[in-house]
């Protein structure tokens, strides 16, 4: 009489399969098991990657702030260039008005 031989751990399972990968985990990542065992498979995600199925960029959460950062950021260096070019135009009236004067002063 032979005794049956106990399954290999996580047999039925493979978690390199590319089924798994791209079913459960979008393609963005790979299956594993859990600790001690059991047939659940939870995914690994890739780097940029999370949630339970590897869902979500972790980038995707930075979009808008940078965004808004960058539009805030060209606002500031229009609203620079506008305050610059009022100062070079109040220096040009100033330097205009003291020539005037000069000039007045000489002929009279």
């Not at 791209?22 to 939870?42: A, K, R």
């Not at 940029?48 to 995707?60: A, F, H, L, V």
């Not at 940078?66 to 606002?75: E, G």
């Not at 100062?87 to 004067?101: A, G, P, S, T, V």
């Amino acid at each position: 009489m032979t005794t049956p031989s106990l399954p290999p751990e996580g047999r039925g399972i493979d978690p390199n399969l590319s089924t798994c990968r791209e079913s459960q985990c979008n393609n963005h990542g790979n299956c594993v098991t859990l600790m001690g065992g059991g047939t659940d498979l939870v995914c690994n995600c890739d780097l940029g990657y999370k949630g339970d199925s590897c869902e979500d960029t972790i980038n995707g959460a930075l979009s808008v702030p940078l965004t808004l950062s960058v539009f805030a950021v060209l606002i500031g260096l229009v609203i620079l260039a506008f305050v610059a070019a009022k100062f070079r135009q109040k220096q040009k009236k100033k330097r205009r008005k003291l020539l005037e004067e000069k000039v007045y002063s000489n002929t009279a």
